[in-house]
Structures are given as structure tokens and as C-alpha cells.
């Protein structure tokens, strides 16, 4: 894209510095938006891609810097102002009331044509041809509670395209989506800029930059490390940029020996949480010293599968078979005795309990055990010992073993929950979203470490949303849509077009 | 002979359940449309009492039901006021400022009674107002439109609360704040603002509850409202946020109120019994609240505090 307009840009951030107690989250940060362009905001977490355009919403006051709205300094108190000067924004958690109508959301915050009276006639028309024109199919009348996350997505651009924003920003928008959608959204996107406006594109995904972007601004630590272009760039040294140093973005994959089925799943049904089937008929094997990934968007059974694993949740039918024994209705204890291993999606809810130290995180799964504890006694001693020396070695880092474990980063909480999965050297491992919302150094240290148990023989359960993560690492791929496996591609064969149609609900004799 | 007495104590009972349903359901709708939005008000029973005795107060001072009426209605307002304050503004947790507030105006109307009026004296209340036509109605017109001035204030109220929460903008705003404030803030809706409107006019309300309270039995004490405040908590989960909802838990509390209050004038329970049936309203509404314990329609952000980028 050479055709970006040079007019007068949009929107000018000067020397933006925004400090949290004991943070500085933007440090003098300079960033533009012209019309007709999309500007990404690349960046790892808690780089200061949010903070930045939280402060051109409103959401927050900058400490230090000057906005300017096509040359005009301006300040932005709240998102009205903002909204008011034609900004819109798409929040990486979707900012709709679930109860209200699509037509009701959109209406929100806005006066209604007939004052007093709420009329959402002439929003539901318009709602209505605005998806004729940007091919968003919405149903003003649908309840969000009822759309599935690619629809709600669509009903907050629509939001954005009906108060006729000059200036989106989107926030990690496609973090919740399949790639068929995400091509979807990105045609949408690029009809938005034909009309003259300027998006903000803030994410982590490589690819997806390298495919939409006009121009790339990225971030580390609060402060801009690089401004490019796609053309100029390439993936590696956009990584290079986000952490500051050399970064293998593909695993290194170690020899490993194939060996005896280590989970076997069969005609497995669970229920979630509303009672209805979460995973149905699922049929699946995983091999010593293999890693076989779960690919597909969030919601589709993925979580009810690796509860039903670990038997947190119990399986209403069929069989799971772990390292040789029936465990489909053993308790978490004993499957863990078994020497299952499990590193839950949630690390703060199901991982850690924020509130405990370092050393009683590690210790939650062998603290009545000895060596760790004797005669219902703990054994601090002992503690402080093997703790230290997996603090050590999985190079988690925290000022001291008693640090409340919810003040650490969240790549070193994930570290510590490996670090616990890992030390009782299991022959299963279930590992959920091992690496989300971690910055790309913990998130590459911790994909060496399952490499490595995959290797010394480990039978490696991957569930990932992170496209990517699931083909570096696995050997075979499972894709699950609506609680089923849609199929099973080795690791050769698997390309992001093939698994993208698979958890679309697409099968492969379909396509 | 017989006949006729049963079908006129029905129809008295009726009527009579219809008034003593009245505060419960103007405490009831103002709770309501408080929570809607987000907020939850225990203080409810405090606001009433220093309604009641505002109302109780004015009246007795000047003889004019309507000032009592307005200060009733002023004097929930101010607490509404406060009660913002303390929970949007200093973001103090719900339940236990609602305790204070029921604590703070269980003490404050007592004291304010001993000193300002210290001896029992009673006022002339409202009095019944027939409407026109509808009054002359035979049986229905007796029952129905032969009332007080605040019952028919207060069921009106149920039509058009349901109306300004559904079919006008700012009720939009009180759902949305009430469900997910970050949404409506996020559009430029200020989930604080909105809350102020919705717990002052609830509190308002509260304290016309009082009031009505007060002018219908036409005198004050410690404690007058006995209980009605967290009864007309209890009566919006049970009309699941809805005001028609709450309107018939609140008819079903005045029917029970009034059967009880009837057997007691006709002496068919005395002594101990009578005080055992005297508890039913209570009983019930334990009942109720264990059979309706699904809580569709609870807002999600109920009781909690909102604070932007948080």
C-alpha cells in the first residue's frame, strides 16, 4: 500500500508520557494517524499499545504531551469527548450489554430522534443498510447474549461505523477469532480506510501486521523502538524490534521417540456449565514422546475436555484412559498421582492462588507428601530447598520465595505453574493456552520446555487458540468445532488455510 | 345474613390490602429501578422511617398533608443524595453502607421524634379520595377507587416506571449501567451520573413509602415501619427487577398483611396465635425468597462500584 494520502493527519500523540504508581507506561511516545491508512501498534504485553490509545479514548489523562485532532490541540477528558471528536474504539474485551438488542447497544449513548422516547426504528434501518454496505450481517433485533463472538465483533464496528468515527482504534481484535473471520473483518477494515479513515491496529500477531498494515509503529517498555513498513520489514525483525533482541519464532524440535499411547480418549461426552454437551463423541490418542495440539476458537469444548482430563468436571460418558489406568471417574488427586500433569488455561483462577507465596504455589500439588511435609507437619527446609531450586531452574523471577505470587508478571506465573507441572517429571501433560497473554521471551523458554519433555518421552496435550503455537509445537493436530474433532492433520500437511476451514465447522470431504 | 358479611369482608379485606400493599410497592418500584441501574440499597427501611416522621412531622406542624407529602419525598431525597456520595462517589461497599443508612435513620427519626415531639399525637392523614365514575362503580368502585391519594400514586407509578425503564433513552442508560457499566461508559454514558438520577428519585420514593405510611395510619413511633423496608427489598428479587412484578408480590404481602390484621379485628385468632400469625408476612417472605431464588433479571453489575479503567 504506496497509497497512503499525505494530507494532514488525523490524529497527532506528542510526546505522550502516562505513569502508573511505580510504572511508566508511555515514555514521550510520538504517533500519528492519517487519513486513509491503517497504523499499527505493535507491541508485547504491557508495552504501552493500550495505555497510548486508552489515553487518545479518554480512559486516561496523560501525565506529559499534547494531542492534536487534524492540527487542532485538543483535550480528551472521557470517551464522550472522544467520541464526540469522531474517535471510536474497539476494546479487546467487547464493551456490549448482553441483555440489550443489537439495535439497543448501538442506540446507547446516543440522543434518540423523538427525545424522551426511545424510538429504535430509524437505528434498526440504518443499522440495516449499513451492513448492506460493509457486508456486516447483523440483526438488529438479535440479542447479544444469542451472537456468537464473530457476530458481537461485527456489532461493535457496527457501532463504530453508525456514530461515523473518523479515527477506530481496534484493540487486539482478532485475538477471539477464526482466520476465515479474520479475513472477513480485515476486507471490512480496508472498505472503512477507502472512505477516509484512519485505523489503529494494536497487536501482537506478526502475520496479521505484516498483512494489514500501512505503517508499523511498535513499542517496548513504554517507549517507540521502531517505525516501519511492511515492505521494509519482515516478521523477524519486527520480533526483534518488540523484545530487543535475536527470537526463534519457530520451536526447535528436538528428536523423539514415539512410543506407547499415553492418553486414549474414547466416545467421550462432557456437559458444560448450562448442562448442555460440551464435547460429545470425542475419540482421540496421544503417544509417548508426542505433543498432539487441540486447535480451535475458544468455546468449542476445548476447556470442558482438559477439566474432564483432570477431572475437575465429570465426563457423562465413554472413556479416558491415562498412562495405562481408567481415570474417567478418578478425583484431581488421584489422576495427578498417576503422574498427569496440568497446566489449566486460567492461571489466576484454576493455575495459582494469587494471594499465596511463590514456595506455596509450588507446593500446592505435593505439599502432603513427603519429603515436603512429614507427619501432617510442613518441612520448611525442604521447602525452601526444592523450591529454590525450581525457581532456578525454570528461571521464574520473583525478588524472593515468599512474594505474594499475584504481584509477579504474568509470564512468571505461568513459569511457576510450569515449573510445579513439570518437577514431578510426569508422563502426561495436559497444557491449556500455555503461553497466552505471555510476552515472547517467557512464551519461547516455555515452548523449549515442552519440547524438551517431549523428548524425554512425555505424551504432551496441547489445547492452543494461538494458530501458530499449535504447528511449531505438535506433531498431529486435532481441530475441535462445537465439541467435536473436526479432524486430525499431521504436522506436514497442517497449513493455517486447511486448519482455518476445520474450525470454521468445515470438514474436509465439505471443502 | 351470613353471606353478605363473608363477600363484605372480602371486599374489605381486599380494599385493605390494596392500602397496606402501597408502601411496600413505592419502596419496592424505588429499590427497583435503584438496582436496575446497579445499585444495591439496603438502607431502604432506614429512609422510610425518617420519611415517616418527616411526613408525620410536617403535617402535625403546619396541617397540611401535602407539605408532609413533599417533605417525605425531600427528606429520602437527601438521603438518596447521600447514599451516592458514599457509594459512587467513596465507592464504600453496598450492603454495608445500606446497614448504616437503615441503622442512621432508625435512630435519627426516634431521636428526633423524642425530642421534637416526645408524646404521641396523632394527625389527621390522608383521607380517601373516590374517582370520579370509576368510584360509582358498584363493588369494584368501593374497593378499587375509593382510596388515598398515594395509592393510586403509587400503582400508577408501576406503568410508568416500566415505561421510562423500557421505552425512553435514559432507561436505556439505567439497563445498560445496571448490566455492563464499561459498555455504557465506553459510548460516553456516565454509569455515575445515571446512578445518581435512579438511587436519588429511589430514595424519594423510600421516603414517600414512609410517608404514606405515617399519613395512613396518621401517627409516628420508633420503628413505625417495622420491617416493611427490607420486605420491599425482598419484593424485587421476587418481582425478578420487574415493576409488574413487584406490584404482585407487593398485592400478595398486602393480601396476607390484611387477612391477618382482619382475624385479628374479628377476634377469629387471639392471645399467642395472633401473635404467631402476625408473622407470616415475615415467613413468607423467606418462603419466597428460597422458591424465587433463580435471579433472572438480576443486573450483572449489581453492587458493584464502577470505576473507569478498572
Known amino acids: 500500500m504506496e497509497s497512503v494520502p499525505t494530507h494532514q493527519p488525523l490524529v497527532e500523540m506528542d510526546g505522550i508520557t502516562k505513569r502508573f504508581p511505580g510504572v511508566i507506561a508511555n515514555e514521550a511516545v510520538d504517533f500519528d494517524i492519517r487519513p486513509g491508512e491503517v497504523h499499527t501498534l505493535l507491541g508485547e504485553n504491557g508495552a504501552g499499545k493500550s495505555t497510548l490509545m486508552n489515553v487518545l479514548y479518554g480512559l486516561y489523562h496523560a501525565d506529559e504531551g499534547e494531542i492534536r485532532l487534524r492540527g487542532k490541540p485538543t483535550i480528551i477528558n472521557s470517551p464522550s469527548d472522544a467520541i464526540e471528536n469522531g474517535i471510536g474504539m474497539i476494546h ?107 485505523l489503529v491496529f494494536i497487536s501482537h500477531k506478526l502475520h496479521e501486521v505484516m498483512n494489514l498494515s500501512d505503517r508499523i509503529t511498535v513499542l517496548r517498555g513504554g517507549r517507540v523502538t521502531g517505525r516501519t513498513t511492511p515492505a521494509e520489514s519482515s516478521r ?109 488455561e486460567e492461571r489466576m483462577r484454576d493455575g495459582t492462588i494469587g494471594e499465596f507465596s511463590v514456595a506455596e504455589n509450588l507446593i500446592l500439588t505435593n505439599h502432603d507428601l513427603p519429603p515436603t511435609s512429614r ?85 504432551i496435550l496441547l489445547i492452543s487458540e494461538d494458530l501458530d503455537e499449535v504447528i511449531g509445537l505438535s506433531d498431529r493436530i486435532a481441530v475441535m468445532f462445537e465439541g467435536r474433532i473436526m479432524g486430525i492433520l499431521d504436522r506436514e500437511e497442517a497449513t493455517v488455510h486447511r486448519l482455518g476451514l476445520l474450525m470454521a465447522g468445515v470438514s474436509e470431504q465439505e471443502s | 345474613m351470613s353471606d353478605f358479611l363473608t363477600v363484605s369482608v372480602l371486599l374489605a379485606t381486599i380494599a385493605s390490602a390494596i392500602r397496606l400493599a402501597t408502601p411496600f410497592l413505592l419502596a419496592a418500584l424505588g429499590e427497583t429501578i ?91 392523614g390522608l383521607g380517601d379520595v373516590a374517582i370520579p365514575l370509576l368510584g360509582d362503580l358498584p363493588v369494584v368502585g368501593e374497593v378499587l377507587f375509593h382510596q388515598n391519594a398515594l395509592v393510586y400514586v403509587a400503582f400508577l407509578l408501576v406503568p410508568v416506571l416500566w415505561f421510562v425503564i423500557n421505552r425512553t433513552p435514559f432507561g436505556l442508560n439505567v439497563r445498560a449501567v445496571g448490566e455492563t457499566p464499561e459498555a455504557a461508559d465506553s459510548l460516553g454514558v456516565s454509569v455515575n451520573r445515571t446512578r445518581y438520577i435512579t438511587i436519588i428519585v429511589g430514595n424519594a420514593m423510600a421516603g414517600l413509602a414512609g410517608g404514606a405510611l405515617a399519613l395512613e395510619l396518621g401517627i409516628f413511633q420508633q420503628n413505625l415501619t417495622n420491617g416493611h423496608g427490607f420486605i420491599a427489598i425482598a419484593l424485587v428479587y421476587f418481582g425478578a427487577w420487574r415493576p409488574i412484578g413487584v406490584m404482585a408480590g407487593a398485592m400478595v404481602f398486602g393480601l396476607v398483611s390484611a387477612t391477618v390484621l382482619q382475624w385479628k379485628t374479628l377476634g377469629i385468632v387471639v392471645g399467642t396465635t395472633a401473635s404467631i400469625v402476625g408473622m407470616f408476612p415475615a415467613v413468607l417472605t423467606i418462603l419466597v425468597l428460597v422458591l424465587v431464588s433463580r435471579r433472572t433479571g438480576q443486573p450483572s453489575a449489581l453492587t458493584r462500584p464502577f470505576q473507569r479503567g478498572h
Open chain 1, 92 to 198: 479487546q474485551h467487547f464493551m456490549l450489554v448482553p441483555t440489550l438488542t443489537v439495535a439497543e447497544n448501538v442506540a446507547l449513548g446516543l440522543p434518540s430522534a423523538r427525545r424522551l422516547l426511545q424510538d429504535l426504528k430509524p437505528v434498526q434501518e440504518r443499522i440495516r443498510e449499513l451492513s448492506e454496505t460493509y457486508g456486516l450481517h447483523v440483526d438488529p433485533d438479535a440479542y447479544i447474549w444469542q451472537l456468537a463472538v464473530g457476530e458481537r465483533q461485527r456489532v461493535e464496528i457496527m457501532k463504530a461505523i453508525y456514530r461515523d468515527v473518523s479515527v477506530l482504534i481496534l484493540d487486539e481484535p482478532t485475538s477471539v477469532l477464526t482466520p476465515s473471520e479474520v479475513d472477513d473483518l480485515f476486507i471490512t477494515l480496508r472498505q472503512m480506510t477507502e472512505g477516509g479513515r484512519g
Open chain 2, 34 to 124: 435503584g438496582q436496575r441501574s446497579g445499585v444495591l440499597n439496603l438502607g431502604v427501611e432506614g429512609v422510610m422511617l425518617l420519611g415517616a416522621y418527616g411526613a408525620y412531622y410536617a403535617t402535625l406542624r403546619t396541617d397540611s398533608v401535602m407539605f408532609g407529602i413533599l417533605i417525605s419525598l425531600v427528606v429520602g431525597g437527601v438521603m438518596g443524595i447521600a447514599y451516592g456520595v458514599v457509594t459512587l462517589a467513596l465507592r464504600a461497599e453496598q450492603g454495608i453502607s445500606g446497614i448504616g443508612i437503615f441503622i442512621f435513620g432508625l435512630g435519627l427519626s426516634d431521636l428526633l421524634f423524642q425530642k421534637q415531639v416526645g408524646t404521641p399525637t396523632p394527625i389527621d
Open chain 1, 236 to 344: 523477524e525483525r519486527l520480533a526483534h524490534m518488540m523484545v530487543g533482541r535475536e527470537v526463534r519464532l519457530a520451536p526447535r524440535r528436538g528428536e523423539s521417540e514415539t512410543g506407547q499411547p499415553r492418553i486414549s480418549i474414547n466416545d467421550l461426552q462432557v456437559l458444560g456449565d448450562r448442562g448442555t454437551p460440551a464435547v460429545e463423541g470425542l475419540q482421540l490418542e496421544v503417544r509417548s514422546g508426542e505433543v498432539v495440539g487441540i486447535a480451535g476458537v475458544s468455546g468449542n469444548g476445548q476447556r470442558e475436555l482438559a477439566e474432564a482430563m483432570s477431572g475437575l468436571r465429570p465426563a457423562a460418558s465413554g472413556q479416558i484412559v491415562m498412562n495405562g489406568i481408567d481415570t474417567t471417574h478418578k478425583t484431581p488427586k488421584e489422576i495427578r498421582r498417576l503422574g498427569v500433569s496440568y497446566i489449566p
Open chain 1, 375 to 459: 507427619r501432617g507437619f510442613l518441612n520448611f527446609n525442604e521447602i525452601e530447598t526444592s523450591c529454590s531450586t525450581l525457581v532456578e531452574r525454570f528461571t521464574v523471577k520473583t525478588p524472593s520465595l515468599e512474594t505474594t505470587t499475584s504481584n509477579l508478571s504474568g509470564g512468571n506465573i505461568q513459569k511457576l505453574i510450569i515449573a510445579r507441572e513439570l518437577s514431578g517429571d510426569p508422563k502426561v501433560l495436559i497444557a491449556a493456552q500455555p503461553t497466552r497473554g505471555v510476552d515472547i521471551g517467557a512464551a519461547e523458554y516455555i515452548h523449549s520446555v515442552l519440547m524438551d519433555r517431549r523428548s524425554e518421552g512425555t505424551a
